[in-house]
């Protein structure tokens, strides 16, 4: 990421926002459906999450792609197994699944990625695609001067996006960046952040994955995590 001045970024994240929202730049051909499973292991509050959900369903409705949230028992193995596939090839290979799979976690240890508010697992063929930590959403959110719903929907939004994508790399501006610093947030809890065209026409491309029901296989749960990570820069 180059080095550029707050008041620099600032100005291009308004207008990509403005841009996004107002519907000039990204006109998706038809809408398609993407059920997501939330397993909130967390315990966030329903009000926390209800507002988180409909801001990220919101944003995905700009780019053409309704979210339906289903919210299983937490005692489904797809809660707690993580598939750390790296294998383009496999995934291919792999049978398509109902829903892509978001579970939100209190915490990790501070040594595991330090800074990063969740982590994709953009290939998995099976169990958590996405994972959010929502203990330090919430010290992120008071450092930055920002409400903890904001940061769980764009943080939710983030890492469901890698997953769309297939990719763990990160956009220079945008939804997809990789570090945002308090100035990105306050424009997040405007909504004025938004995915990019291109990302938008490769989501849908990558809904292929979600779109008939089948058996998950479930693979021995892993301690090490993916390496896409989203991180919350002040």
């Given at each position: 990421?180059?080095?550029?001045?707050?008041?620099?970024?600032?100005?291009?994240?308004?207008?990509?926002?403005?841009?996004?929202?107002?519907?000039?730049t990204v006109t998706p051909p038809r809408e398609e459906t993407l059920c997501i499973h939330l397993y909130n292991?967390?315990?966030?509050?329903?009000q926390t999450m209800e507002w988180a959900t409909a801001e990220a369903g919101k944003i995905f409705e700009r780019?053409?792609?309704?979210?339906?949230?289903?919210?299983?028992?937490?005692?489904?193995?797809?809660?707690?197994?993580?598939?750390?596939?790296?294998?383009?090839?496999?995934?291919?290979?792999?049978?398509?699944?109902?829903?892509?799979?978001?579970?939100?976690?209190?915490?990790?240890?501070?040594?595991?990625?330090?800074?990063?508010?969740?982590?994709?697992?953009?290939?998995?063929?099976?169990?958590?695609?996405?994972?959010?930590?929502?203990?330090?959403?919430?010290?992120?959110?008071?450092?930055?001067?920002?409400?903890?719903?904001?940061?769980?929907?764009?943080?939710?939004?983030?890492?469901?996006?890698?997953?769309?994508?297939?990719?763990?790399?990160?956009?220079?501006?945008?939804?997809?960046?990789?570090?945002?610093?308090?100035?990105?947030?306050?424009?997040?809890?405007?909504?004025?952040?938004?995915?990019?065209?291109?990302?938008?026409?490769?989501?849908?491309?990558?809904?292929?994955?979600?779109?008939?029901?089948?058996?998950?296989?479930?693979?021995?749960r892993n301690s090490v995590l993916a390496e896409t990570h989203f991180s919350g820069g002040r």
């Open positions: 990421m180059k080095d550029v001045s707050p008041l620099s970024r600032l100005a291009t994240m308004f207008v990509l926002g403005c841009t996004i929202v107002s519907g000039a292991l967390a315990h966030v509050p329903p780019v053409g792609i309704r979210i339906r949230w289903e919210q299983p028992s937490a005692e489904l193995p797809e809660a707690h197994l993580w598939d750390l596939n790296v294998s383009v090839a496999a995934l291919l290979s792999a049978r398509e699944r109902s829903c892509l799979v978001v579970g939100v976690m209190q915490d990790l240890p501070a040594v595991a990625y330090p800074g990063a508010l969740g982590f994709a697992l953009p290939l998995a063929r099976s169990g958590v695609s996405a994972e959010l930590l929502y203990g330090r959403i919430e010290r992120t959110a008071a450092a930055v001067g920002a409400s903890p719903e904001v940061l769980l929907a764009y943080t939710m939004t983030h890492e469901i996006g890698h997953v769309l994508l297939q990719s763990s790399a990160h956009a220079a501006a945008g939804i997809m960046q990789a570090l945002w610093d308090a100035g990105t947030w306050r424009l997040a809890s405007f909504g004025m952040v938004a995915f990019l065209p291109e990302e938008a026409r490769k989501m849908h491309q990558g809904l292929w994955r979600f779109t008939t029901p089948t058996q998950n296989v479930s693979p021995e």
